[in-house]
Nanobody
Framework: VQLQASGGGLVQAGGSLRLSCAAS????????MGWYRQAPGTQRELVAG???????SYADSVKGRFTIARDNTKNTVYLQMNSLKPEDTAVYYC?????????????WGQGTLVTVSS
């Protein structure tokens, strides 16, 4: 399984960005896709996850601002990020796990950098 992320960039505070991550390879059954992020000097943290059935979860810090969605026909997950803040600056990584637990071992995409200027 390979994951290809895209959509990062530089945006001013209050702006929006949309990240995409397409999965390819042998993906069957229930799976969960999600986004993590890692800022310099910090641990990687979960931002949002979505199961193949459409159940979502969000970190408290992004609730109401970020929306995760997926297109199962394309094995693609999206992260719509609105009202961005400088503290959202990080490298964002997509992840796919088999099953419903986004924290389980899985497959990672390459990171995409999001920079939010104040």
């Amino acid at each position: 399984v390979q994951l290809q992320a895209s959509g990062g960039g530089l945006v001013q505070a209050g702006g929006s960005l949309r990240l995409s991550c397409a999965a390819s390879g042998s993906i069957a059954g229930i799976n969960t896709m999600g986004w993590y992020r890692q800022a310099p000097g910090t641990q990687r943290e979960l931002v949002a996850g979505i199961t193949s059935g459409g159940s979502t979860s969000y970190a408290d810090s992004v609730k109401g601002r970020f929306t995760i969605a997926r297109d199962n026909t394309k094995n693609t997950v999206y992260l719509q990020m609105n009202s961005l803040k400088p503290e959202d600056t990080a490298v964002y990584y997509c992840k796919l796990v088999l099953g419903r637990r986004i924290g389980a071992d899985g497959y990672w995409g390459q990171g995409t950098l999001v920079t939010v200027s104040s």
